[in-house]
T-cell receptor, first 112, second 112 residues
Framework: EAQVTQNPRYLITVTGKKLTVTCSQN?????MSWYRQDPGLGLRQIYY???????DKGDVPEGYKVSRKEKRNFPLILESPSPNQTSLYFC???????????FGDGTRLSIL | SQKIEQNSEALNIQEGKTATLTCNYT??????LQWYRQDPGRGPVFLLL?????KEKRKERLKVTFDTTLKQSLFHITASQPADSATYLC???????????FGGGTRLMVKP
């Protein structure tokens, strides 16, 4: 089954404790991206990657890092999480940059 | 500044009627526009993509129009059903085509 898998689905943690949210897709897609979704602000793109070793900032990249060492994986790293990063996060992938995106089921992060 | 506007108020309609959702944008010149459906706690699911040189696109009970002069897209669901109740998001590419920006979404409630 074609899917985008995120882990963990839920996480409560504390300020400053580094965390990684993993994202993996099994569709051999070139394009992957991370979004955060907040009430009243909608979905905002954090980072995207057009291929292996090619990443770029989206609209809200501050406080986040990503890497794309393999085509299928695109982890989101919060080096020093802060409460304003409490949000619902989605990973997505598509065959190419202009194609419809397949989304994961989301990761709900709470940073205390 | 760039802006994508969807009606933030919920749209309530009776089962069997046609639902019409609006997406207006400013300071974009999108090559294409996409519509997604999002259920509570789930990731968005792609529905339709329409290109700038297409006036209308249909898929089963769904129809999308794209007016680049008015800078507007309309999304129609005919013969609506309670199962169509969800939030519907429109998304535009940026001028470089490497990022997708989402509107805030419109919540549709179809009553039996």
């Amino acid at each position: 089954e074609a899917q985008v898998t995120q882990n963990p689905r839920y996480l409560i943690t504390v300020t400053g404790k580094k965390l990684t949210v993993t994202c993996s897709q099994n569709m051999n897609h070139e394009y992957m991206s991370w979004y955060r979704q907040d009430p009243g602000l909608g979905l905002r793109q954090i980072y995207y990657s057009m291929n292996v070793e090619v990443t770029d900032k989206g609209d809200v990249p501050e406080g986040y890092k990503v890497s794309r060492k393999e085509k299928r994986n695109f982890p989101l790293i919060l080096e020093s999480p802060s409460p304003n990063q409490t949000s619902l996060y989605f990973c997505a992938s598509s065959p190419a940059r202009a194609q419809p995106q397949h989304f994961g089921d989301g990761t709900r992060l709470s940073i205390l | 500044s760039q802006k994508i506007e969807q009606n933030s108020e919920a749209l309530n309609i009776q089962e069997g009627k046609t639902a019409t959702l609006t997406c207006n944008y400013t300071n974009y010149s999108p090559a294409y526009l996409q519509w997604y459906r999002q259920d509570p706690g789930r990731g968005p699911v792609f529905l339709l993509l329409i290109r700038e040189n297409e006036k209308e696109k249909r898929k089963e009970r769904l129809k999308v129009t794209f007016d680049t002069t008015l800078k507007q897209s309309l999304f129609h669901i005919t013969a609506s059903q309670p199962a169509d109740s969800a939030t519907y998001l429109c998304a535009l590419d940026n001028n470089a085509g490497n990022m997708l920006t989402f509107g805030g979404g419109t919540r549709l409630m179809v009553k039996p």
